[in-house]
C-alpha cells in the first residue's frame, strides 16, 4: 500500500485533535461578538483575556503584552515597520537568513528611506557572528532595532537569545525576535531575557492558521497598527477570531505541558534520522549545525544529498511520488534558478550543486517512517 509520510512540519503542522475540539465549541457556542456587551459577548470576551492570559503565563509575560494577529508575517511586519514609525528607530540590524516576512519588510524600509539596515555577518553553521553585532551595534549613535530570529526556519540554527539581548541592552537598542519557529518547542523566559517584541504563529505548534500573537513590551510606545474599534488596546483593530485564540491557547497549553516529553521524543527521531543519513550516504552534507543537536532546534535536518547529477531533478518529484511531504531548497546556482537565501549564504561552495532536502518532524512522527525515507533515498540515489 502507497504510504503517506509527513516531513514538512516546519511549513505548518498538524491540529491536535484537543486544539480541534475546543475550537468547535467556541464556533458551536461561542459566537457573540466579544465587543458586545450582552452576555453572549461577554462570554467570548472571557474567552478570548483567559487565552490570552494562559499563553502570557508560558512566558512570564504581561497578558496586556500578548496582542493577536494573524501570524507570523503580520506580527513581523508590524513590529519592524512600527518600531521605526513609532519609536524614532533609525537603524535596522537583522541578517541575511531571517524569513522573507522581516527581509522584505525591512526593504521596504531601506527603499524608502525609512531606515538604514545593516545585515550582521553569520557563518555556514548559519551562526550570527555576536562581535560583528556588537561592532555593528556600536557603530554610531542613531535608535536601533535589532531583529533576530530565534531558531531559522530552514536550517534550524538557534540563535543565543540571551546574549544577544545582553548586548542590545548594553547599546541602548530595541531587540525584536521572529520566535515562530520556537514557540511552542522550546522554552522562553521574558521575565529572565529582555525581549522587546516577539512574533509567534500557531500552526507552528499543532494549532489553528491564520492566527498568531505579538509579545509587546509594557509602555513599548507602539501606536495602533491598524485602524478601527478598541480591539487589542486599540493597537489592532478588528472583531477578533475568537476560534482560533483559544484553538491558539490550547495548542500552546499542550506543547508546554508536554514540553521535556515531546522535545525528548523529537530529539530521539532527529538523532535516528541523522544517524541513518549519515550510515546510508556518508557524504550526505548537513547544512548549517543542523546535525548538532545542542545548536540546532531538534524539529529538522536540512540536507544537501549526494544525487548523480542527470537525477537531480527529479528527487523532489520521486519523493512526493513516494508519498513524502517535504521542503526542497537549494542554493541557487550561477544565479539560475531562484534557489533559497538562506543555503545561497550558509552551503560551501563545493555542495552548492547537490540537492538539499528539510526534512521537519513533529510528535507524530515515526522512527518506521525516518526509516521508509532513507531507504527511499537510498533505492533513488543507487537507482533500483
Ligand atoms: C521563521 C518564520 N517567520 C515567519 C513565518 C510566517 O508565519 P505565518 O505563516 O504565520 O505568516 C514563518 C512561516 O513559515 C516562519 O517560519
Do not use: W
Not at 538604514?116 to 549613535?141: I, M, P, R, S
Amino acid at each position: 500500500m502507497e504510504r503517506s509520510v509527513y516531513f514538512d512540519n516546519a511549513a505548518t503542522t498538524p491540529i491536535r485533535k484537543e486544539v480541534i475540539e475546543s475550537m468547535h465549541s467556541v464556533l458551536l457556542d461561542t459566537y457573540g461578538n466579544p465587543s458586545s456587551s450582552h452576555s453572549f459577548g461577554r462570554s467570548a470576551k472571557t474567552q478570548i483575556e483567559t487565552a490570552r492570559k494562559n499563553i502570557a503565563n508560558h512566558f512570564n509575560a504581561n497578558p496586556q503584552e500578548i496582542i493577536f494577529t494573524s501570524g507570523g508575517t503580520e506580527s513581523d511586519n508590524m513590529l519592524i515597520r512600527c518600531s521605526v514609525q513609532d519609536l524614532g528607530v533609525e537603524t535596522v540590524i537583522t541578517s541575511r537568513i531571517e524569513h522573507h516576512a522581516i527581509l522584505h519588510a525591512v526593504e521596504f524600509l531601506a527603499q524608502n528611506k525609512l531606515a538604514q539596515v545593516f545585515y550582521v555577518k553569520t557563518d555556514t553553521e548559519g551562526v550570527v557572528d555576536y562581535n560583528d553585532l556588537a561592532h555593528l551595534l556600536a557603530a554610531d549613535d542613531s535608535k536601533k532595532l535589532v531583529s533576530l530570529m530565534h531558531i531559522n526556519n530552514e536550517i534550524g540554527s538557534i540563535l543565543d537569545l540571551e546574549r544577544v539581548s545582553n548586548l542590545c541592552k548594553i547599546h541602548n537598542a530595541l531587540f525584536h525576535s521572529d520566535a515562530v519557529q520556537g514557540v511552542g518547542h522550546y522554552a522562553i523566559d521574558l521575565e529572565k531575557i529582555h525581549i522587546d517584541f516577539l512574533s509567534a504563529s500557531a500552526h507552528k505548534f499543532h494549532g489553528p492558521k491564520g492566527v498568531g500573537f505579538s509579545f509587546v513590551r509594557k509602555n513599548s510606545g507602539l501606536n495602533p497598527f491598524i485602524l478601527g474599534g478598541s480591539q487589542e488596546r486599540g493597537l489592532r483593530a478588528g472583531t477578533e477570531s475568537v476560534h482560533n485564540i483559544v484553538g491558539m491557547a490550547k495548542a500552546l497549553e499542550i506543547a508546554y505541558l508536554n514540553l521535556d516529553e515531546e522535545q525528548g521524543y523529537l530529539k530521539r527521531i532527529k538523532q535516528y534520522a541523522v544517524n541513518e543519513l549519515k550510515a546510508a550516504f556518508p557524504d550526505i552534507h548537513f547544512n548549517g549545525c543542523c546535525s548538532d543537536l545542542d545548536r540546532s532546534t531538534c524539529t529538522l535536518v536540512n540536507v544537501a544529498i549526494p544525487v548523480p547529477e542527470d537525477k537531480a531533478s527529479l528527487l523532489n518529484f520521486h519523493l512526493d511520488l513516494k508519498g513524502i511531504a517535504c521542503s526542497k531548497g537549494s542554493a541557487c546556482q550561477s544565479g539560475s534558478a531562484k534557489g533559497s537565501h538562506v543555503l545561497e549564504e550558509v552551503v560551501p561552495e563545493e555542495f552548492k550543486s547537490r540537492p538539499s532536502i528539510r526534512f521537519s518532524f513533529s510528535i507524530f512522527n515515526t522512527i518506521d517512517e525516518i526509516d521508509y525515507l532513507v531507504q527511499t533515498l537510498s533505492s533513488f540515489v543507487e537507482g533500483h
